[in-house]
């Protein structure tokens, strides 16, 4: 099974920083990689999927990159609603067995 | 505006069974895959089992592989996912997904919380 490493586990930062999420796949899964963000008590959202394109609404700070097993989830410029959990997420299997990573929480310092 | 709604989940004693039901609504239910992934509160998501378009194919993660069956009636827009045998650490909100490319999650519903406990 492809197993999803992410660090940091958790970050603080501060609103207009620059923020990196890295997520490292245990074996190649090409460009099959989607990232999640989730506010406490709510669903995840889906931010952006295959590495880098964005999902419909989500704003442009949030950009992604990477392929193979090294990929990477940058915010720009941290604004106060992008406080949360991100988690990135493989889908690479055959058949589609799904894997998370354990997420990374970002938050306010 | 697509919608799902997740419902059925509650307290159960081990060894219990419970189904979950998610109806969607605002899309072509019987054209999308979904799937159920769980999160215990306070930590990560973890996928559970997906199913294809029609209903024909289904896959589940080992830890609940023989105890949880998915299932879908595409005439009434509902997911399943009848769960036996229950454990205490199959204690999370369960979530239903809607898949498109890259099994990409597009949708979630707003969780259903399923509680195994004596």
């Known amino acids: 099974d492809i197993q999803m490493t992410q660090s940091p586990s958790s970050l603080s930062a501060s609103v207009g920083d620059r923020v990196t999420i890295t997520c490292r796949a245990s074996?190649?899964?090409?460009?099959?990689l989607n990232w999640y963000q989730q506010k406490p008590g709510k669903a995840p959202k889906l931010l952006i999927y295959?590495?880098?394109t964005l999902q419909s609404g989500v704003p442009s700070r949030f950009s992604g990159s990477g392929s193979g097993i090294d990929f990477t989830l940058t915010i720009s410029s941290l604004q106060p609603e992008d406080f949360a959990t991100y988690y990135c997420?493989?889908?690479?299997?055959?058949?589609?067995?799904?894997?998370f990573g354990p997420g990374t929480k970002v938050d306010i310092k | 505006e697509v919608q799902l709604v997740e419902s059925g989940g509650g307290l159960v004693q081990p060894g219990g069974s419970l189904r979950l039901s998610c109806a969607a609504s605002?899309?072509?239910?019987?054209?999308?895959?979904m799937h159920w992934v769980r999160q215990v509160p306070g930590k990560g998501l973890v996928w559970v089992s997906r199913?294809?378009?029609?209903?024909?194919?289904?896959s589940y993660a080992d830890s609940v592989k023989g105890r949880f069956t998915i299932s879908r009636d595409n005439a009434k827009n509902t997911l399943y996912l009848q769960m036996n045998s229950l454990r205490a650490e199959d204690t999370a909100v369960y979530y239903c997904a809607r898949v498109f490319g890259y099994n990409a999650f597009d949708s979630w519903g707003q969780g259903t919380l399923v509680t195994v406990s004596s």
């Open positions: 199913i294809n378009s029609d209903g024909s194919t289904t």
């Open positions: 605002g899309f072509t239910f019987s054209s999308y895959w």
């Open positions: 997420q493989q889908s690479y299997s055959t058949p589609p067995i799904v894997t």
């Open positions: 074996q190649s899964i090409s460009s099959f």
């Open positions: 295959a590495t880098s």
